[in-house]
């Protein structure tokens, strides 16, 4: 009995020394190692994006948000059969590599993704499938709710929460607010929860943008240009409107677009902000500043006559036609008939330095700094590059690049009579109540132009749409001041003759401007081409709509007469329709009155043209012989 009790005891000590030999050696030798075996098994710190702040437009209206979705991770080890997994998963949500998915689910690792920001139909077609070792995460993604809209300004927003264009990107630091990091621990059934104490840190939203831009006046201007685009059979669009009292965009559009939500399903040629990233020839648009520096040099008035000598002049050798026979023409009539020959008269009048300051006081040249990321400066090449035929060239557009905000800026100047505001997009930043204006004081850069010479400018422009080329642009009841004109595409070697790219730039109502706008179309098909054809219409519905919207009533004036009209009939709310844009002034057609057709064929480079003369062209010719495509 003794021998045996001391076997039971001797037995018992020895187990009882191996159970303790074992738990020492696990819990105090490798109880690192079983340490983090275990948290890795029972928990996972990951980073969580916080909701971005909302971008708002002008009437408070939301144009980009933050919404909560699930994002769908895996662990691994607990998959049974990783490439069935892998292909029911792929057949439920779009983009899913299956055959790197099955990888993925295949590994040794603790924690995988499998899909980021589902939408909510997605998501739950995925929880459907209950398979084990596949769990979710709630994470915010962008949302565009008006899709389309100002697509181009907004831009977009990637998977990991960072903005990749627009908006989004150059106020990605304020908008994006700061990651949360949390931790995730899984209970007894394998489930998941978010731990509050286990967590580092809080969300912490971003800032909200508040837009001078309204997703009305947006939304016209987006449907207008994209009618004509596909009426015209053109290619491609743009259009920019700002107010000229504050610099404030109203709308900015390139047709076709593209919509936010889904990128990626569209060619990044529908990404770019053609209004700001493009630079192109202005072509006619462009005699408005020429007629600002020579009215505004004294040495032109409005009633001053030039001889056009019947479509034709020589300049240093090289002889400009017209596009039609003129005599002789007042600088009013110059300006309203798109007259080369008069415009390069009234440029010869004045030095080239006052020609160039007058470039560069406008702004061309260089970036007007808005608040949009890749807007490009333009071209205008220094003085000392200029021969004795450039200043004929720059007056009427060629041998110059601008960008459509350019001149939206520059017309903004003379609208406003004589300050040239930074344009820009976002009001008012911050969260909550606590706003702070992006400029409490009007953005002033310079003053280009007297008060004077802009009155006297605005009433010649006035008379561009009332009896010149600009006629398709007027609106029943207000008085709308502008400028036509038409370019050339640029190809290798010169200029295409049967592809051209009609602008209008003008401003309403013309006594006290609300509205500066610049419509383009590139490459209409048909006959019908020229600025006052394709582009003046779209300004003009666009216009008629925006002032009523704005509130500013029509009024009577005794200038502004349409067909069916009598002097001192009273305009109402209900307007008659706008002369359709069948209905141009005298000869315009293939070569018409202000058609702004002028040269037959293409300068070899802006600084030195030569060669025979051809029609205005949106090309431009760079340092390095490289040409910019127009948008």
Known sequence: MKRRLLFVVAGGAIWVAL??????????????????????????VVTLDPPRGTIYDAQGRELAVSVQVDSAYAVPPEIEDPAAAAQAIAGIVPGLDVKKLTRQLASDREFVWVARKLDPPVAAAVRRLDLEGLYFLPESKRYYPMRELASQILGY?????????????LYDEQVAGKPVIRTVLRDARRGTVVSPELSFADPEPGADLHLTLDAAVQHVVERELARAVEERGASRGIAVFLDPRTGGVLAMASYPGFDPNEFGKYPSSRWRNRAIGDVYEPGSTFKVITAAAALGSGLVRAEDEFDCEMGGVVVYGKLIRDHKPFGRLTFAEVLAKSSNVGV?????????????SAVRGFGFGEPT?????GESGGIVHPLERWNNRAKAYVSFGQGISVTPLQLARAIAAIANEGSLLKPHVVAAMGRGGSLVPTYPELPVTGRPIS?????????????????????????????????????????????????????????APADRPAIVGVVAIAEPKGFAYHGGQVAAPVFGAVARQVLLYLGIRPQRDPLVLWPGETPGQVVTA??????????HDEGDTLVQEGSDILLRDPPPGPAAPSGTSQPESDHTSPEGGRSHAPF
């Open 19 to 44: 159970i303790g030999a074992r738990l020492y050696q696990l819990q105090v030798v490798r109880y690192d190692h079983y340490a983090g075996k275990a948290e890795r098994q029972q928990q996972r």
């Open 344 to 356: 390069i008269k009234a440029a010869l009048l004045m030095g080239d330095e006052r020609l160039y």
């Open 574 to 583: 209900s307007l008659p329709p706008a002369p359709p844009s069948g209905d």
């Open 157 to 169: 927003v990637g998977t990991d929460n960072h903005g990749l264009a627009g908006l989004e990107l």
């Open 451 to 507: 008060p004077q010479t802009a009155r006297e400018l605005k009433r010649l422009l006035e008379g561009v749409v009332m009896t010149g080329t600009g006629k398709a642009a007027g609106v029943p009841g207000y008085r709308v001041a502008g400028k036509t004109g038409t370019a050339q595409i640029p190809v290798a070697g010169g200029y295409h003759r049967s592809h051209y790219l009609p602008s209008f730039v003008g401003f």
């Open 369 to 373: 700094g808005i608040d949009l990321p």
